[in-house]
T-cell receptor
């Protein structure tokens, strides 16, 4: 069984400061890892993914994430937070292969304070 | 990127009635689509996998007779909530995979807010 943990319900950061949203995972084999963002009453938007290769993955809107196999983590980061980054962020994992089931974390609310 | 639409975006219905939600892939074909349910301040719960031309695969605990799924074409899947009750009120989101090979991405619809009174 695969699972995703997002240990923080909410992360508050001042505008301009770096932000980190944490994610750890559990999956058999090599994981495919994803980050999505959700704005109120909207669907999820894809930010970035790790499939293989470089552990540091760059994605949309200046976000990046670092895959750490030994710590089974995939933390989302951004060097300088914007107020418009305030949203709900989901980490997700699935196994490689065909149309596999995606397991989402519970989500972390990011609040960027002006 | 690929676009997935949902209709309606919001629906209010009376208890006991049925509601149909449509999920369309606008610029790509999707032999598989996924239906999720999201409760307030909670994660997405996969309800079922919709397969074009065959029966949907439901997750454990999801009533297939209550949540009817029809994947009639390569661009359309529908979820019908039958005999809706207030506890069915939720945010329903569909997604469709697009891309080449095993590294496909999921593209999500904007969601449908269902309120059962």
């Amino acid at each position: 069984a695969q699972s995703v943990a997002q240990p923080e319900d909410q992360v508050n950061v001042a505008e301009g400061n770096p932000l980190t949203v944490k994610c750890t995972y559990s999956v058999s084999g090599n994981p495919y890892l994803f980050w999505y963002v959700q704005y109120p009453n909207r669907g999820l938007q894809f930010l970035l993914k790790y499939i293989t290769g470089d552990n540091l993955v760059k994605g949309s809107y200046g976000f990046e994430a670092e895959f750490n196999k030994s710590q089974t983590s995939f933390h989302l980061k951004k060097p300088s937070a914007l107020v418009s980054d305030s949203a709900l962020y989901f980490c997700a994992v699935r196994n490689p292969g065909g149309y596999q089931k995606v397991t989402f974390g519970i989500g972390t609310k990011l609040q960027v304070i002006p | 990127g690929a676009v997935v639409s949902q209709h309606p975006s919001r629906v209010i219905c009376k208890s006991g009635t049925s509601v149909k939600i449509e999920c369309r892939s606008l610029d790509f074909q999707a032999t598989t689509m996924f239906w999720y349910r999201q409760f307030p301040k909670q994660s997405l719960m996969l309800m079922a996998t919709s397969n074009e031309g065959s029966k949907a695969t439901y997750e454990q605990g999801v009533e297939k007779d209550k949540f009817l799924i029809n994947h009639a074409s390569l661009t359309l899947s529908t979820l019908t909530v039958t005999s809706a009750h207030p506890e069915d009120s939720s945010f329903y989101i569909c997604s469709a995979p697009a891309g080449q090979g095993a590294s496909y991405e999921q593209y999500f619809g904007p969601g449908t807010r269902l309120t059962v009174t």
